[in-house]
């Protein structure tokens, strides 16, 4: 097997050659901790709020956690929390909950983003939806909603009928003087959206440039917020979240999105998937990288130099093969809802023989088409000319911005969970994590060609597993109780490697067949808060390509 990881942990305060001692951790934190709490997969360490500087930064320059993969915000009846879904990059089975509860009189703590720049975003998201107000926050203000909103929507007592008033200027001059920096009469204030097409959705930019070159970014989102969160949590585990998730990347990622929810809830609900379906899940899921993949390669090229007719054509025919594909075994074109609690919804499709051999024929002529790819793409100069050395994004701004999937990996930071933290049937199969050290735009793409072969290999030796299957042992589903109901405050915070990234999802149970939180951790969320640091400096040009290089969905950012 080629997953084996071979950078040492080394010798970290709380780590043992069994995993994590959470003792230790609690004594290198010593009074800082109030309380312990049970966590399904990573305890939770309660704190006080004004001691999240402290503890998050003995976390990660003593400890090891260097990533902060989520942030979520909640209301009890007695008090608001906050918690730190803590990582490591090196090793994400090793995972913490630090808990920052506050009193429902007074929600404030103290921010998280001095010690992790993702936090940033994700406490203003608090903030927005749940009211919490984070002391130190380099700038706490709304992120989804209209600055003039009233209320948080995700208080138990926000009054949905109340009305809101959100003024728009009318007929303004787009070249008014307060366009430009009353600092610097030589820069000019640029909106780029949000109905741009190179802005892959709904997505405004608040662009300050000094020239050509940017001088200021900031991604202003919140154009697409479709109450996703709510949404599952209105409906009941075994049934009714299910179809979601195809909606959350709604454009190439359906069945890695699935994953994600299954594997949180079937954690949360001590289900055991049957080898079988596991296989079929990671055929599925495999397929479905690939026509994201396709699909971000050929949006790529279009944004960069804008060949429309060729390359995003191509890329379409080819992303049509594999969608065909996945019709053939989910019933659906995009919108899947094939997998279930336990398992998958049904079998390969009959005969099994055609089926298989539709699969065989498309990842025989990958290898020819890719080739035709990098003439196209790679080898093309212009394309050269725009993507090599812009967008640098450095491995440290990566872990810092919580960044994950080919963004991370496009600048050599070696983190795929599929290999890393396993599950399905990844760990038995041969391939490879596809790294590259350039850090810029043309790294990205790199990493993604790369892995649609990487892809190709799990799915050949999925088919060659499915077709000598056993008969009598094809089981499609575990034996799920109807009505699924978890323990009251079970918690849970699960991921997948999804094609943009790390995809998780946070369950906190309360004894009915209902989430009373569900968190979506979206990669692109995160990826897309990188975006000024790779283009402040750099050419408007190239802040162009920076964002296609991180092949955002507005649909999963806003959620």
């Known amino acids: 097997m080629s997953l084996e990881r071979t950078d040492a942990v080394g010798d970290v305060v709380g780590v043992t050659e069994d995993g994590l001692d959470y003792d230790r951790l609690e004594a290198l934190l010593g009074e800082k901790v109030l309380d312990r709490e049970e966590h399904l997969n990573a305890e939770g360490f309660v704190i006080r709020p004004d001691d999240v500087q402290d503890v998050l930064s003995t976390l990660k320059e003593q400890a090891g956690f260097d990533h902060c993969s989520c942030v979520t915000a909640q209301e009890y009846e007695d008090r ?69 909103w009233q209320g948080h929507p995700l208080r138990r007592d926000f009054d949905q009928d109340q009305p809101q008033v959100v003024p728009l200027r009318e007929h303004a001059n787009p070249i008014q003087e307060d366009h430009k920096d009353p600092d610097d009469p030589d820069t000019m204030f640029v909106n780029v959206g949000p109905h741009h097409p190179a802005t892959h959705g709904v997505l405004h930019l608040e662009t300050v440039l000094d ?49 994600a929810y299954a594997r949180a809830a079937e954690d949360l609900a001590d289900i055991e998937v049957p080898d079988y379906a596991q296989v079929i899940r990671t055929m599925g899921a495999e397929l479905s990288r690939i026509a994201a993949h396709m699909l971000a390669v050929s949006t790529f090229a279009l944004d960069v130099y804008g060949d429309f007719t060729a390359i995003f054509q191509y890329g379409i025919r080819d992303r049509e093969v594999v969608q065909s ?48 790819y990098h ?70 793409l790199l990493v993604r060609m790369r892995e649609v072969e990487e892809s190709a290999k799990i799915i050949e030796q999925c088919v060659d597993l499915l077709e000598d299957w056993p008969e009598e042992d094809r089981d ?18 699960r991921a997948v490697e999804g094609a943009k990234g790390e995809l998780g999802i946070y369950i906190r149970a309360d004894g009915t067949d209902k989430p009373a939180r569900f968190k979506i951790r979206s990669p692109c969320f995160s990826n897309l808060q990188t975006l000024p640091a790779m283009s402040e400096g750099e ?7 920076s964002l296609g290089s991180l092949d955002i969905v507005l649909g999963e950012v806003d959620r």
């Not at 991604?219 to 949404?231: A, N, S, T, V």
């Not at 919804?345 to 055609?354: C, K, L, N, T, Y």
């Not at 050419?539 to 390509?545: F, I, R, T």
């Open 476 to 493: 499609i589903q575990a034996n799920v109780p109807r009505t699924l109901r978890p323990d009251p405050d079970t918690e849970v915070y």
């Open 211 to 259: 020239g050509e070159e940017v001088a200021d970014v900031e991604p202003d989102i919140g154009y697409l917020h479709r109450c996703e969160e709510q949404m599952c949590q209105q409906g009941t585990y075994r049934h009714q979240i299910m179809p979601y998730p195809d909606r959350w990347d709604y454009i190439s990622a359906g069945l890695l999105n699935e994953w």
């Open 325 to 372: 594909i996945l019709e053939d075994l989910t019933g659906q074109r995009l919108m899947f809802n094939y997998f279930r609690l336990g398992g998958v919804a049904w079998d390969v499709p009959q005969p099994r023989e055609e089926f298989f051999e539709k699969i065989r024929d498309f990842l025989d002529d990958l290898p020819e088409k890719l080739n035709e």
């Open 80 to 148: 608001f929390e906050t918690i730190y879904h803590l990582k490591k990059y090196n090793d994400p089975t090793q995972e913490l909950s630090v808990v920052v509860p506050t009193t429902r009189e007074d929600p404030v703590s103290e921010s998280g983003a001095p010690v992790f720049e993702t936090a940033d975003w994700h406490e203003r998201e608090a903030y927005d939806l749940v009211g919490i107000e984070y002391d130190d926050h380099p700038d706490l203000r709304r992120i989804l909603l209209p600055e003039t």
């Open 375 to 444: 003439d196209l793409i790679t080898g093309n100069e212009i394309l050269q000319m725009r993507t090599v050395n812009t967008g640098v994004l450095s491995p440290e701004a990566v872990k810092d911005y919580g960044a994950t999937g080919p963004v991370a990996r496009g600048s050599g930071v070696d983190y795929d969970l599929r290999r890393d933290d396993p599950y399905g049937y990844y760990d038995e199969l041969e391939w490879d994590v596809v790294t590259e050290d350039g850090c810029d735009n043309f790294s990205r």
């Open 539 to 545: 050419y408007v040009a190239d802040m162009v390509a």
